[in-house]
């Protein structure tokens, strides 16, 4: 994928669509351990990023992750992913409580030219560290989610895209009234990843 | 009028003053352009006025010219509406709904694992009740033992019996002459083939229990009965009533390797730690030692490592914690009636736990944190305690009289109780054996042709 230059290293829309893809995955998987979805035992610490990223071990959990960012890089690569949604919604009601964001924008001259930008590796690395760190912290500030969860993941596409049989039409799950805070966002040059994280607004704290 | 003054002075310089061109000077500048609907026209822009009415509809497609306010707007609606060329997708297998771990109403999806463990069925009575004519009621012996063969044996008055526990047949080992006799003490070797017998005339004799013949003798090791007898791979540690502990090499002639001097009083609790490396030994002077093979002996008489003093009552039931290594559990007689955990390294007690009954034997659950105790006076009752909260998770009654004698199957499932009361019970306290035992259930007279032989 990168060839070692002296500071900066070259980056191809495949290469670029990986980071953004593997990315999703442990983020996807930090999220889940961080609010609880999942219960902590069943995660296992690697590491990556040059931090101790939590994976989890369940089966299930793991194919669907998979599954999907297979999926992901095939639209990255395509130029037509726009933002990735994961939701995490109670199992009692199904009702949306949190929704984490992350939208992407993509260097259209590079899927349509194929040409490769160049970025150093390790700055992209610090940049994706910045965000998972957040993911982390955000503990602190979300609200608790007491009952039981369940997760999944909202692709928004190009209209144009044709829909795999594994995939079918959503909503979009919105929440009504949301608190959002941003976070970092991280940039390959090619793609420009923004993430954002929407949650229901906890009635007990007084409305500012 | 005052306008005019208002305009950079650079749009006057080139310019003559006339006084009826004033207006027209003015004029010029669209900066002064005055009417009577707007008269201050300074903050109006004519330029970008007019370039929006007419080329500002083409605009729209050109962000920069947006202002940030409409195109946050614009987003929004188009979110809302679903009116950008955007596509949802949601993948059409979803990720697997989390096991739940804590308590909950909804029970669609509890997590039956833990709580059918802690909700084990444990029977209230014995599975299975043998008639056992002739047991000595003394409580300082030790008249039964189950052998990693899952072979019982028993001893009644001057015999030995054997029951197969897989198909629940009954033979005789031995009978031994009234002379020698009563049998004080029984144990398997841990190959469960060969089974040390000891007799009140101080003998211990050594059986093969598949060739059914004596192996040999031991002799001269004791003063009077042996109440305790306990394997150590091929060392058969005996306990007598003189107060003497002595470890014999079965294999070789001179048989006595170690003498462990100590108690006043009869040895009745004999036990090696599941390492083989410490030995505890209770007696009637309500002392407990421990012994450890690697103190190296001199004159072959062997200092002990801890004294435990703590029981003011005889002690016979000892069991080593299969699961926490150095861990003793040790139950006092009549007048203690409590229970004590030491650290053997240590020498420490641990715990207390006062059970209100006379303990006559202990067995820790293999397979579980709990430990099993026998009593005597007033209930009889087996008391299973969950470790290390010591809550009583169940008390088993049946017998009549103090049950005196306590057993495990190899398997850890099945607990054997002899009591005074002349009856051996099968209690499966343990948890459920995996496999049913093809033998006659619940014959409440398994010894009866064996009983006719007298």
Redesign the interface.
Known sequence: MVSRTVAKDIITLRGSAAIVSEFFGYAANSILYNRG???EESFVKVKKYGLPMLLTQ?D??KS??S??NA?LSEWLEAGKL?RVVLVIMS??TGEVLERWNFSIETDNEVVEKGVSREKSDKEIMREIQAIMRQIASSITYLPCLD???????????????A?P????????KLIANPQMVKLHSFDTKIHKVDTLVSYKNDDEWEEQ | MDAGSLNSSSNLKGQSRYPLQEQLLQRRNSKENLDRFIPNRSAMDFDYAHFMLTEGMEGKENPAVISPSREAYRKQLAEALNMNRTRILAFKDKPPTPVELFPHQHSSSFNPVKSAKSRRNIPQTSERTLDAPDLVDDFYLNLLDWGSSNVLAIALGNSVYLWDASNGSTSELVTIDDEIGPVTSVNWAPDGRHIAIGLNNSEVQLWDSAANRQLRTLRGCHRSRVGSLAWNNHILTTGGMDGQIINNDVRIRSHIVETYRGHQQEVCGLKWSPSGQQLASGGNDNVIHIWDRSVASSNSVTQWLHRLEDHTSAVKALAWCPFQSNLLASGGGGGDRTIKFWNAHTGSCLNSIDTGSQVCALLWNKNERELLSSHGFTQNQLTLWKYPSMVKMAELTGHTSRVLFMTQSPDGCTVATAAGDETLRFWNVFGAPEVSKPAPKANPEPFSHVNRIR
């Not at chain 1, 009952?147 to 895209?161: G, I, R, S």
């Open positions: 979805v999942y219960p369940d299930g959990v669907f992750i599954n999907l999926q726009q199992k009692a009952e039981p969860c369940v997760f999944d993941v909202l692709a928004y596409t190009d209209k144009d895209v829909v049989f594994t995939w079918i039409e959503s909503d979009a």
